[in-house]
């Protein structure tokens, strides 16, 4: 779910020379992401976790993925996806979480983002604001004013 929702961004970003990059943790289920569409950017695979460890995302243990299986949290996001088609499976390593991180062509950390629980994940607008692109989303959800000039009104 998360995926796809960044995925929908990626034309603003390309449109601003922004690369849009996943690193996912193995193999397994690849091939379904990538024919099922959920991301548009490029995709790496970090079998060894290494760039996860650096980052500092936390891997839950047992204990703490089960209680995540059973928050309201987990399924609510479940029945958001559902309700837009997006299925799923819960094969391969569900213990490792991830999260987003903007770093500029300089190495600069814009923005950073680390998930607490599996189900958690970044609103592509924080992704937009953190990188000073306007949001078309809060560009169609701003109120417009309207002015009247005689029988013209315009809305700006």
């Known amino acids: 779910m998360g995926a796809k929702e960044l995925s929908a961004i990626k034309p603003q970003l390309d449109a ?6 996943g690193v996912g943790v193995e193999e397994l289920g690849v091939e379904e992401f990538v024919q099922g569409k959920f991301w548009a950017g490029e995709l790496y695979i970090d ?4 760039s996860y460890s650096a980052l500092g995302f936390r891997r839950l243990g047992y204990f703490a993925t089960a209680g995540a299986l059973l928050s309201k949290a987990l399924r609510a ?5 559902s309700d837009q088609g997006i299925t799923g499976n819960i094969k ?8 987003t991180i903007i770093v500029d062509k300089d190495g600069k ?4 983002y680390k998930q607490v629980e599996p189900s958690d994940h970044v ?12 949001s078309e ?6 109120p417009k004013k309207e002015e009247c000039n005689e029988d013209v009104c315009t809305r700006s």
């Open 16 to 21: 601003n020379n922004v690369r849009l990059v």
């Open 47 to 50: 079998e060894k976790k290494q």
């Open 77 to 81: 996001g479940m029945k958001k996806a």
């Open 92 to 99: 391969g390593d569900g213990f490792q979480n991830g999260g």
């Open 109 to 112: 950390v814009l923005f950073e």
């Open 123 to 134: 609103d592509p607008n924080e992704i937009l604001k953190a990188l000073g692109i306007k």
């Open 137 to 142: 989303s809060t560009e169609e959800a701003s």
